[in-house]
T-cell receptor, first 114, second 113 residues
Framework: DVKVTQSSRYLVKRTGEKVFLECVQDMDHENMFWYRQDPGLGLRLIYFSYDVKMKEKGDIPEGYSVSREKKERFSLILESASTNQTSMYLC?????????????FGPGTRLTVT | GDSVTQMEGPVTLSEEAFLTINCTYTATGYPSLFWYVQYPGEGLQLLLKATKADDKGSNKGFEATYRKETTSFHLEKGSVQVSDSAVYFCALSSYSSASKIIFGSGTRLSIRP
């Protein structure tokens, strides 16, 4: 089974802190994704990566950056956390099976910025 | 661009009731369609999928049929259980979206004992 793990289930940080959210997948997937999930807004794509050292902006990249130095690891960075970044953050990975890009999700990190 | 529209929740049903959650999509070409489920406190997991017109995806008693003529992929279950309480997301992946998946806004389902 594909496993996607995230470094923390719950995280509390202060405004202005630099925050790192880590995601690791064990299935050699090329693609990795970061989403945030907020009530009433569904999932919104922050950044994604097709390969090591490759990154693409999603729908809401402002205030975030990412790093992918190894294929299995994709990090989301909040350079200076703000209260409006309080949210659930979900990581996912995928690799095509034929032309199907099924995504596998981690358990999520609930981040609170105070 | 590609999009997914699903019925708004919350949906509350009694145990053993029939469930339908509506989902329609807009996409170029022939997208693959998915239903994901998110149980409380967890990430999303794939519930079922369909890759071409008239395909029926099924899992855990849930079914959805890929209807190209109506651009729909409605989720159904004949008899729901309390353990089905979760948030359900309809989603698609298409040639134009490459490896990205476009998600609907989610429908929260609550089942009363």
């Amino acid at each position: 089974d594909v496993k996607v793990t995230q470094s923390s289930r719950y995280l509390v940080k202060r405004t202005g802190e630099k925050v790192f959210l880590e995601c690791v997948q064990d299935m050699d997937h090329e693609n990795m994704f970061w989403y945030r999930q907020d009530p009433g807004l569904g999932l919104r794509l922050i950044y994604f990566s097709y390969d090591v050292k490759m990154k693409e902006k999603g729908d809401i990249p402002e205030g975030y950056s990412v790093s992918r130095e190894k294929k299995e690891r994709f990090s989301l960075i909040l350079e200076s956390a703000s209260t409006n970044q309080t949210s659930m953050y979900l990581c996912a990975s995928s690799s095509p099976t034929g032309r199907i890009y099924e995504q596998y999700f981690g358990p999520g990190t609930r981040l609170t910025v105070t | 661009g590609d999009s997914v529209t699903q019925m708004e929740g919350p949906v509350t049903l009694s145990e053993e009731a029939f469930l339908t959650i509506n989902c329609t999509y807009t996409a170029t070409g022939y997208p693959s369609l998915f239903w994901y489920v998110q149980y409380p406190g967890e990430g999303l997991q794939l519930l079922l999928k369909a890759t071409k017109a008239d395909d029926k995806g099924s899992n855990k008693g849930f079914e959805a049929t890929y209807r190209k003529e109506t651009t729909s992929f409605h989720l159904e279950k004949g008899s729901v259980q309390v353990s089905d309480s979760a948030v359900y997301f309809c989603a698609l992946s298409s040639y134009s979206s490459a490896s990205k998946i476009i998600f609907g806004s989610g429908t929260r389902l609550s089942i009363r004992p």
